[in-house]
């Protein structure tokens, strides 16, 4: 149900509104606000604006809502977990992973070569793509259509191969028909990687934002017009990545037959190939070349269009394809599949390739780290500046594991009925390089297991030495050891987040270390590790054939689970909201790197929020609060940001459970560092940030004046320490959620209400601008006099003025103002 708004016959000043943004994991308008009965004012079912029935017709009756703003709540779950079709965005891990280093890049005056680290960075992503297709390349064309076909002992007991079995003699028998029949399958994958970049593209980056003047010079990326409007760049990287696809598979079709001709009578069929070959070189460049000039248009919006290119590159790179598959086809009456594919050398050159671009963006990373721009404030940046190169590590390596899980488990499968001794049934296996691969595996989770045991050791020691800080915050409750216990257990496990660092820049160190060796491995000998470890002395063979079989069990385990867990989302809507969870964090940000990764969903609720706080003071003159929780609050200080300076100054931001500091700062220095939050804050003047030490997420922002601070916290968590008359049954340790429930919330909304600037025709009210929490709150606990929890006493005296709205994360409020529900 939607609701048309007319306004222009309020006659009063308007209320003030107050618009929630959910965080991660998602949660309804109902729970939002509150109460069962509410309407959608604007947006669709992906994502949309709500208000409670009774609140819909607020702008006409202002009298009504004077004491309080008017709780609006924008839904924006849908945008992540929404149709069973996300389900398939499991399979694009490694591409949203290659995203994410592009925007990790440390803040630097050094414009070129930041621009250089970027390209390295959407080259990495481009070999993501060529690898993905390289391995259903070599499961459907190497293992199935090269060596089970043309092998009796396999294809005899697979009665949906038999008609292409070269013991039939069909027409399908001969190895290059084979071959064009098995590419259907890298063929369907890209169409389909295409389909979905394009319908979410259509769906995402097509949301034209607000045309605003051009940007003054030195203004923040997340200011700039253009920067939530990636059409033009997504669509170039995407013509590029379903060529390069394309072009995969016509080198897997052309170089097998093109390897048989060449030496042989006549001199036809080798012309044709080599102008094939020639041909899918020149396009290959082709592709590489839109690549390099995909960069994104951030200070304007870019609405133009590259159909040349897209046709071009596209149908030639289709039509290869086709050229190559009718070539491969070609009657050749004594060609027999005997061996591999010539694919091992595709899948070592890849990995070469992949470490070297890594190791370019991290020389690049670490030039720019030394070069900070004037303003820059080092805040803690992850990993010293190569938190991008690690993520990027982390992105090859894992397109490598389930690259060989899935290559390793398909030949398993494939030669699952072999009999030992039987003549022509073995099958020769993926290559080697993948079964290396797989072999580091163990030991990478051996290293990983002592690095978790030793932050297992200090977290123990560090909630010991929290139980004295834990008491001392509630000097007049009993204490008992098992509840101190419990509050210092959850601060300490909240610090956890802080050692994330550590864990990545181990596993990154190990696996690049073990890839280069399983590359020399592979290389060097040819063989798997169990092969060349077996003239080996000692325990060495036996070790080599454990690693080798337990990495290939642990890759198909996760395969497995990957797949399983796909499977249960598709179909299940809670579990599709635990892995939208994940995507809230990774996606937050636009496609710069790679075309085929999970959709941007900011770029549809930045616009959307900012829209609705300039259309709604525009119309009414009126206040807005911005109160964004989680994920929600980076979502709000992005909209804050692409407001025009006239519409920032009506809005104030509330933000709890915030990770702009404590995660987006450090990750992602170049966009939230410190100088940025900073220009943020003294953009708009009136921010307030609340926050617990028991919160694994949020934190506090470390800006603003000592008059005008922005963090306000830590807030009491728990409540109170035990039983008492105020608290007469346990509180819980909230950690993350229900900050509408503490008193400090609408001591702190009604604290910026006052310091923005009174609606038209309104009286000021009285107030100073430096007003803050008197709760006093300095420690874990805080002093039991704070009050109760808002939620005690629905409509007490003690809740006035908290608001009937439900948590911002998901919870029900706890409080009411005493108003009636209408």
């Known amino acids: 149900m939607t609701v048309e708004l007319d306004i222009r016959t309020a006659v009063s000043p308007p209320p003030a509104l107050e618009l929630l943004v959910h965080g991660v994991g998602g949660t309804t308008p109902e729970r939002m606000l509150g109460d069962p009965r509410t309407v959608r004012l604007a947006g669709d079912e992906t994502a949309g604006i709500h208000r409670r029935s009774c609140d819909a017709d607020a702008e006409q009756h202002p009298e009504r809502h004077q004491d309080e703003p008017v709780q609006e709540a924008y839904c924006w779950s849908n945008l992540t977990s929404g149709n069973g079709s996300r389900a398939l965005w499991l399979l694009l891990l490694p591409f949203m992973i290659a995203n994410l280093a592009h925007w990790m890049r440390p803040p630097s005056v050094r414009t070129r070569l930041a621009r250089g680290y970027e390209l390295l960075v959407r080259l990495l992503a481009l070999s993501l793509t060529v690898l993905l297709i390289a391995a259903v390349c070599e499961v459907a064309l190497d293992l199935v259509g090269w060596q089970c076909a043309g092998r009796a002992g396999c294809a005899r007991d697979k009665s949906w191969l038999g008609f292409a079995a070269v013991e039939r003699g069909g027409w399908w028998s001969e190895p290059g028909r084979r071959l064009a029949l098995a590419a259907a399958a890298p063929v369907a994958l890209t169409a389909l990687l295409w389909w979905l970049s394009r319908r979410t593209w259509s769906a995402y980056e097509s949301q034209r934002p ?12 997340l200011a700039l017009p253009g920067f939530w409007y990636g059409r033009r760049s997504v669509a170039r990287l995407r013509t590029a990545h379903t060529a390069a696809a394309l072009l995969t598979v016509t080198a897997a079709l052309c170089v097998p037959a093109l390897r048989y001709d060449t030496g042989r009578p006549g001199a036809l069929l080798p012309a044709v190939g080599w102008s094939l070959a020639g041909l899918t070189a020149l396009l290959a460049v082709a592709a590489v070349g839109v690549v390099c000039r995909a960069d994104r248009t951030e200070t304007g919006i870019d609405d133009a269009t590259d159909h040349l290119t897209t046709r071009v590159l596209l149908s030639g790179s289709a039509g290869t ?61 992850a990993l010293r500046g190569l938190a991008g190169p690690a993520v990027a590590l982390l992105a090859c390596a894992l397109g490598g594991v389930l ?21 022509g049934s073995s099958l020769a296996g993926p290559p080697a390089v993948l079964t290396w691969e797989a072999s580091v595996i163990p030991v990478v989770l051996a290293l990983l297991l002592v690095v978790s045991a030793a932050v297992a050791w200090r977290l123990r020691r560090r909630q010991r030495a929290l139980h004295r800080e834990v008491e001392a915050m509630y000097p007049e409750a009993e204490h008992h050891p098992a509840r101190t216990r419990q509050i210092a257990s959850a601060v300490a496990r909240a610090g956890l987040t802080d050692t994330a660092p550590l864990l990545i820049a181990v596993v990154c160190a190990a696996a690049f270390a073990l890839g280069a060796g399983a590359v020399a491995g592979a290389w060097a000998g040819g063989g798997t590790p169990g092969d060349e470890a077996a003239d080996a002395p000692g325990v060495l063979p036996a070790v080599a054939r454990t690693a080798q079989s337990l990495g290939s069990w642990l890759v198909g385990a996760g395969v497995v689970a990957l797949v399983t867990l796909g499977r249960r989302a598709y179909r299940d809507a809670s579990a599709r909201r635990t892995v939208g969870i994940l995507w809230d964090v990774g996606t937050f940000w636009p496609r710069a790197a790679h075309p085929f990764a999970p959709p941007c969903y900011a770029e549809r609720a930045v616009p959307d929020l900012s829209w609705r706080m300039a259309s709604w003071t525009e119309r009414t003159g009126g206040r807005i609060i911005l109160s964004g929780h989680s994920q929600g609050s980076v979502l709000s200080a992005a909209a804050v940001w692409q407001l025009d300076p006239a519409v920032r100054r009506r809005v104030a931001l509330l933000t709890y459970g915030c990770p702009l500091a404590r995660l987006y700062g450090r990750w992602f220095p170049a966009y939230f560092g410190p100088a940025r939050l900073r220009d943020l804050h003294d953009s708009m003047h009136t921010w307030c940030n609340l926050w617990r030490r028991t919160d694994p997420i949020g934190g506090p922002v470390g800006i603003g004046s000592a008059g005008q601070a922005v963090d306000c916290g830590p807030l009491p968590d728990p409540a109170a320490y035990g039983r008492s008359t105020r608290h007469p049954l346990p509180e819980p340790i909230l950690g993350h959620s229900d ?84």
């Open 210 to 221: 607000a045309d605003r003047p051009a940007p003054q010079p030195g203004t923040p990326a």
């Open 321 to 381: 394809l086709l050229a190559a598959a009718l070539y491969g086809a070609w009657h050749r009456g004594s060609w027999v599949s005997t061996g591999r594919l010539p694919s091992a050398q595709t899948f070592t050159t890849l990995t070469v390739v992949q470490g070297v671009l890594v190791a370019a963006v991290g020389i690049a990373a670490a030039l720019l780290h030394r070069t900070p721009p004037a303003d820059f404030e080092d805040g803690g940046v």
């Open 403 to 423: 690259t060989g899980g899935v290559a390793q488990r398909a030949a398993d499968w494939l030669d699952g009925a072999r009999t030992p001794g039987e003549h």
């Open 739 to 822: 900050f509408q429930a503490d008193p400090s919330f609408a001591r702190q909304r009604a604290a910026l209400l006052r310091r923005l600037p009174p609606a038209a025709g309104a009286v000021p009210v009285q107030g100073g601008p430096g007003e803050s929490d008197e709760s006093g709150a300095a420690g874990i606990g805080g002093a039991e006099s704070g009050g109760a929890r808002a939620g005690a006493a629905r409509g007490g005296e003690a809740d006035k003025g908290l608001g009937r709205g439900g948590s911002a994360d998901g919870g029900p409020a706890q409080g009411s103002s005493g108003r009636s529900s209408g």
